[in-house]
């Protein structure tokens, strides 16, 4: 039987509209197709290879926990479960972790817990969460009505309902929604699939405040900030602002997957025996390779190297654009790096990412008017240089056929 990307067509529901390209094989920042063909991943499975692609350490973890012990269930706990929930306690504000198995599950069970926690100590008036436009929180009806683009949740019949939306980075259109009747407000602390937006200082310290006005929780979605993404552990460290409720996936696996909502005991002391779980979720493969990404992301030397090969990235895009004139801004923090086009240019990120798969570079877009680099955080110097090389070759072609 031939693989194909036509046999795609034939056999998959079509949300998707996959690239021709099959990647078969990768190592490291490098990919390779079915016909050989090797690309620079700078794209990195959408921030969620935070390692590159079978890097030694997750793979021996991943082997090891496999020839021991594969699923249990939550009738009973498992070593790589509580190994990594405590992990997670020491190195951040949690006290407290409830494990998932995507993105859009801990954001559910982040969404849920903020519903009861006002239940319960405030009575049923008190369900409003806030949101912000363009802000993305999964796929399931409540995350994607969450989300800020209606798009997304439009035509799957009645919403979860007592659900609004905020301008992002603007204080007076929180407050003009926010009351003692708001249960929760939910963001990303840098948007990502918005288009890689970073919160003002001012903004996210103004939402602290609003928040402890109102009784009303906050909760950091760092599916796509967290684990290393910013140079900082999670986002909310290089902030200066602690959330209630903290949401982590994507880079938390390395590629395997899994997701987490972190709490405190105050707050999780309202998710009783029986009022939310998952089959999956503490898996012990899913934990066990988990806990070895978050070993290795979690020192000085790969922090600092986030914020090394920031630059070089940053300086990369500066200098290509210096010469063609395609972006309006170069954006972000850390490796989650956003190239927004100019006017000229708009509406076209996905020319350009195509332009660079030709070129044999993987990058993503964020909407249509941002590309959005999220390699692995151990890129090599020489492929984030190789990388650019051709992409810069790409956009020349891109220019070229334009005049
Ligand atoms: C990707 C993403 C999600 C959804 O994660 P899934 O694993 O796809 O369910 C939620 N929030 C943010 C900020 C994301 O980037």
Sequence with gaps: MQLTRSLFDDVMVPNYAPSPIIPVKGLGSRLWDQQGKEYIDFAGGIAVNCLGHCHPVLVNALTEQANKLWHLSNTMTNEPALALAKRLVDHTFAEKVYFANSGAEANEAALKLVRRVALNKFGAEKSQIIAFKMGFHGRTLFTVTVGGQPAYSDGFGPKPADIDHAEYNNLDSLKALMSDKTCAVVLEPLQGEGGIISPTVEFIKG???LCDQHNALLVFDE?????GRTGELYAYM????????LTT???LGGGFPIGAMLTTTEI???LVVGTHGSTYGGNPLACAVALAAFDTVNTAEVLEGVKAREALFKE???KINAKYDVFSEIRGKGLLVGAALNA???GKSRDFMLAAAAEGLLVLMAGYNVIRFAPSLVIPEQDIAEGMVRFEAAIAKLVEQQA
């Design 207 to 209: 939402v602290r405040e």
């Design 223 to 227: 599916v796509q900030s967290g684990v």
């Design 238 to 245: 290089g902030l200066g602002v602690t959330p209630d409720v």
């Design 249 to 251: 996936a994507k880079a």
């Design 268 to 270: 999780a002391k309202h």
């Design 316 to 318: 990369a895009l500066v």
């Design 344 to 346: 000229k240019w708009a």
